[in-house]
T-cell receptor, first 114, second 116 residues
Framework: AQKVTQAQTEISVVEKEDVTLDCVYETRDTTYYLFWYKQPPSGELVFLIRRNSFDEQNEISGRYSWNFQKSTSSFNFTITASQVVDSAVYFCALSPGGSYIPTFGRGTSLIVHP | DSGVTQTPKHLITATGQRVTLRCSPRSGDLSVYWYQQSLDQGLQFLIQYYNGEERAKGNILERFSAQQFPDLHSELNLSSLELGDSALYFC???????????????FGQGTRLTVV
């Protein structure tokens, strides 16, 4: 069975602070995909990144960066110099390699204060 | 804009009623996934269709059913509605990766169902 744990229910920061959202996963699959999605107050789910289990390279996209560590089964997400527009619920998800049916974590609500 | 269209955006209905949620996938995507997001259960996978056929089933109640039509749009039918069915229902459509599997999906804006 697959499981995704986002231990941080809510994080509150002040604008320009860096913030890291934690994601720990469990799977018996050797091939799998990890995802991060953003859900702003408007409600839609916005795809941010996909990472396959064979690619442990960290990725940076603008102010966003992701740290994938198989040894600790973690796929953490860092926002540098946070902005008010980053306020949203962020979901980490895991799917088996054969098909896209992800198991989602419970989400971390990020509140960025001006 | 993800390219996945869901209608209606909001729906309010009474207990015991039946509703139909509609999803139009992204152009070229053959897979459609339905998810339910509620406060107590989080995001739960309900069902997947691929090119008109049911491909995978998750935590979908017997009162719920879905289908995918030849033009690839999909409908999720919810019947004998209960207060606990109030939730945000998402549709996602799958992009083909290498091989036959979908390696990512893009979500619609969701339909917020309120059962009163």
């Amino acid at each position: 069975a697959q499981k995704v744990t986002q231990a941080q229910t809510e994080i509150s920061v002040v604008e320009k602070e860096d913030v890291t959202l934690d994601c720990v996963y469990e799977t018996r699959d050797t091939t799998y995909y990890l995802f991060w999605y953003k859900q702003p107050p408007s409600g839609e789910l916005v795809f941010l990144i996909r990472r396959n289990s064979f690619d442990e390279q960290n990725e940076i996209s603008g102010r966003y960066s992701w740290n994938f560590q198989k040894s600790t089964s973690s796929f953490n997400f860092t926002i540098t110099a946070s902005q008010v527009v980053d306020s949203a619920v962020y979901f980490c998800a895991l799917s088996p390699g054969g098909s896209y049916i992800p198991t989602f974590g419970r989400g971390t609500s990020l509140i960025v204060h001006p | 804009d993800s390219g996945v269209t869901q209608t209606p955006k909001h729906l309010i209905t009474a207990t015991g009623q039946r509703v139909t949620l509609r999803c139009s996938p992204r152009s070229g995507d053959l897979s459609v996934y339905w998810y339910q997001q509620s406060l107590d259960q989080g995001l739960q996978f309900l069902i997947q269709y691929y090119n008109g056929e049911e491909r995978a089933k998750g935590n979908i109640l017997e009162r719920f059913s879905a289908q995918q039509f030849p033009d690839l749009h999909s409908e999720l039918n919810l019947s004998s509605l209960e207060l606990g069915d109030s939730a945000l229902y998402f549709c996602a459509s799958g992009r083909k990766g290498r091989g036959l599997s979908d390696t990512e999906a893009f979500f619609g804006q969701g339909t917020r169902l309120t059962v009163v």
